[in-house]
């Protein structure tokens, strides 16, 4: 962070123009993820300082980095395409079982998982599909494939979570 404070302006005010400007650059570009892809920068920036990385023009550095996340984020796009073609990877119908306010509950989750889309979608269900150590490890495993840190996908998984409650909450109680 001393870094970005270099030029005589204090390092907080530079971190959020720089921030600001590299959500406009995905906005064009990914505008899903603008906000997450601008914290993916400032983290892998992050590592690469850490490591000895030497930056003459932090700007231009962070610009590059974007315009490589961006690449992969193009990537990953893709990806999720393909995988939202699968129909193994939709959620199942509510068991039969499950009461009528359950299959309302479980109607309502489905349909707001695929409105969110399948990048969404696959990423809260793969959040939670595991629990204690287990979850954890699963976690840190997608954290690293998605090339964020485990905070920032809690965070994302958070924003997710919360959508997808006010979405389900929505829906049940227009129905």
């Not at 270099?6 to 570009?29: C, M, N, S, T, W």
């Not at 315009?67 to 990953?76: D, P, S, T």
Request: with cysteine; net charge positive; glycine share 8%.
């Amino acid at each position: 962070m001393e870094r970005l404070g270099a030029d005589g302006k204090p390092a907080a005010a530079v971190y959020e123009e720089l921030r600001r400007r590299l959500i406009v650059y995905f906005r064009l570009h990914l505008p899903a993820e603008a906000e997450n892809l601008a914290d993916s920068v400032f983290d892998r920036m992050a590592r690469k300082l850490q490591e000895g990385t030497e930056v003459r023009e932090v700007a231009h550095y962070a610009f590059g980095v974007a315009r490589l996340v961006c690449f992969e984020g193009r990537a990953r796009e893709q990806r999720w395409r393909e995988a939202a073609a699968d129909p193994t990877l939709m959620p199942e119908a509510p068991a039969e079982d499950a009461g009528e306010d359950g299959k309302q509950v479980m109607h309502a989750l489905s349909e707001c998982l695929r409105q969110m889309g399948a990048r969404s979608s696959e990423l809260i269900l793969a959040y939670y599909a595991a629990d204690g150590g287990e979850g954890r490890r699963a976690r840190s495993r997608l954290a690293a494939a998605l090339g964020l840190s485990l905070n920032a996908l809690r965070n994302r998984a958070l924003r997710i979570r919360e959508a997808l409650e006010q979405c389900v909450s929505g829906r049940l109680k227009s129905a």
